[in-house]
């Protein structure tokens, strides 16, 4: 069995092909990889099915290296490639979008699920408890293909995506096949051009994350649906369980299909693109400016600079907490006449998601962080995650010039920040 890779090239999959021919796997075909984005970017239609295929691709090309340098053995070298393969496999519909109101993430969940694929794994030659230390993280060398810098799928992802979304090409340069394992973590040899790179792959993550992943019409998009979810899970339509094992299609169909007249409307918001406009925004005292000048109607959208404080206040009480977040949509929709379900609160994103980590680096046997080698580079990186920090307020686009207007939208930052005293 060998795929075609646009980006990685001919990838035998011959060895793990049992594996790959479980359903368990073959449903990943029907998982989009940037779960609502390509109602923004139409071209993003591509799958988990095809990351992990082309992740199995780069890992089987740095596994070939670490073994030519004795860093891993053949057996290891088995284990790791393996676990790139399923690393995924533990994703709901939609990705991460359904992650905001399960109690557990898809790590997690791909673990829950790794003694059904017990008796593949080892006809694949792979060590299934060996793996499961990988999925883990209780073995390092997890890193080799899930490290947030240099990871063999963070590699496949970022050139996977920003080719479907138009958004240029990363320069790995020689980067994916220098990097080494040097007591337990993955590091970069001291060389002008190596960390000249590595700085440019955090810098072009960190701009796939401004244009792409948080994009404001996608987080409106992708808080719509867990809205639409929870509101199936609380009348019991659907259990966590039966929304894990889901496809993109399943849960779509489940919308479409539920008894509140409500949720199915919402399905059809979705799929007509009449979703909810952003109206007020609230970022960073620093960056609040950027905001503003993004927006062509300044009628419709007010921006309104916070502190750091209450900003990572805010994002404390909204995460993985949509029984809140409803409670607050309710709030406003009573407080100022909006129509019931008409209000969505975007909480901000975990910074933890898209801030830059430090790089290893080492030289002559020692290994030290990539700061100090370029702290100009890393300093601006973290400047510009501050900046993506950002809560919204979105309404049904015949209501948005109304909450948008100072009377109103004032009021509403106050009653936000109310939940942060």
């Known amino acids: 069995m060998i795929f075609h890779d646009p980006f990685v090239g001919d990838i035998d999959c011959s060895e793990v092909q049992p594996i790959i021919d479980r359903p368990i796997f073959q449903r990943l075909r029907f998982i989009k990889q940037l779960g609502l984005s390509y109602l923004i970017f139409p071209f993003?239609?591509?799958?988990?099915?095809?990351?992990?295929?082309?992740?199995?691709?780069?890992?089987?090309?740095?596994?070939?290296?670490?073994?030519?340098?004795?860093?891993?053995?053949?057996?290891?070298?088995?284990?790791?490639?393996?676990?790139?393969?399923?690393?995924d496999i533990g994703h709901g519909p939609y990705s991460h979008v359904v992650e905001a109101?399960?109690?557990?993430?898809?790590?997690?969940?791909?673990?829950?699920?790794?003694?059904?694929?017990?008796?593949?794994?080892?006809?694949?030659?792979?060590?299934?408890?060996?793996?499961?230390?990988?999925?883990?993280?209780?073995?390092?060398?997890?890193?080799?293909?899930?490290?947030?810098?240099?990871?063999?799928?963070?590699?496949?992802?970022?050139?996977?995506?920003?080719?479907?979304?138009?958004?240029?090409?990363?320069?790995?340069?020689?980067?994916?096949?220098?990097?080494?394992?040097?007591?337990?973590?993955?590091?970069?040899?001291?060389?002008?051009?190596?960390?000249?790179?590595?700085?440019?792959?955090?810098?072009?993550?960190?701009?796939m994350y401004k244009n792409i992943y948080l994009q404001p019409a996608c987080m409106v998009l992708q808080r719509l649906m867990q809205k639409l979810i929870f509101a199936l899970m609380k009348e019991s339509e659907i259990t966590e369980e039966q929304l894990w094992n889901m496809t993109d299609a399943d849960l779509d169909t489940r919308i479409l299909n539920s008894k509140q007249a409500w949720v199915k409307a919402g399905g059809g918001v979705i799929?007509?693109?009449?979703?909810?406009?952003?109206?007020?925004?609230?970022?960073?005292?620093?960056?609040?400016?950027?905001?503003?000048?993004?927006?062509?109607?300044?009628?419709?959208?007010?921006?309104?600079?916070?502190?750091?404080?209450?900003?990572?206040?805010?994002?404390?009480?909204?995460?993985?907490?949509?029984?809140?977040?409803?409670?607050?949509?309710?709030?406003?929709?009573?407080?100022?006449?909006?129509?019931?379900?008409?209000?969505l609160v975007v909480p901000a994103t975990d910074s933890h998601r898209f801030k830059a980590q430090q790089i290893q680096v080492s030289r002559d046997g020692e290994i030290s962080s990539l700061d100090q080698w370029r702290p100009e580079g890393v300093s601006r990186l973290n400047e510009i995650a501050l900046s993506y920090m950002c809560v919204r307020v979105a309404v049904e686009p015949e209501f948005r010039e109304k909450m948008a207007s100072r009377p109103v939208s004032r009021e509403v930052v106050k009653l936000l920040l109310s939940k942060t005293s």
């Not at 590699?155 to 337990?184: C, I, M, W």
């Not at 040899?189 to 792959?201: N, V």
């Not at 799929?271 to 300044?298: M, T, Y």
Request: aromatic content about 10%; glycine content about 6%; overall charge positive.
């Open 44 to 87: 993003a239609n591509h799958t988990r099915f095809e990351h992990s295929i082309g992740a199995y691709g780069r890992t089987q090309h740095r596994t070939r290296l670490w073994r030519k340098w004795n860093i891993i053995d053949r057996d290891m070298a088995r284990d790791i490639e393996i676990y790139s393969l399923i690393h």
């Open 271 to 343: 799929r007509n693109r009449q979703w909810p406009r952003v109206a007020i925004s609230l970022k960073h005292r620093r960056f609040a400016e950027s905001e503003e000048n993004g927006d062509n109607n300044k009628r419709r959208l007010s921006v309104f600079p916070i502190g750091a404080r209450r900003m990572n206040g805010l994002a404390r009480y909204f995460y993985k907490n949509p029984r809140r977040i409803a409670a607050m949509e309710r709030e406003i929709e009573e407080t100022f006449a909006f129509p019931q379900h008409s209000v």
């Open 101 to 207: 109101v399960t109690a557990i993430n898809h790590d997690e969940r791909g673990l829950e699920l790794l003694n059904g694929l017990a008796k593949v794994i080892k006809q694949c030659g792979g060590n299934l408890e060996n793996i499961k230390r990988l999925f883990s993280h209780r073995n390092n060398l997890f890193k080799a293909v899930h490290d947030k810098n240099l990871g063999t799928e963070k590699f496949d992802y970022l050139e996977r995506d920003a080719a479907y979304t138009n958004s240029g090409q990363p320069q790995f340069r020689e980067l994916p096949h220098r990097v080494k394992f040097v007591r337990g973590e993955i590091v970069v040899p001291y060389q002008d051009d190596l960390l000249d790179a590595a700085i440019g792959l955090q810098a072009f993550y960190m701009d």
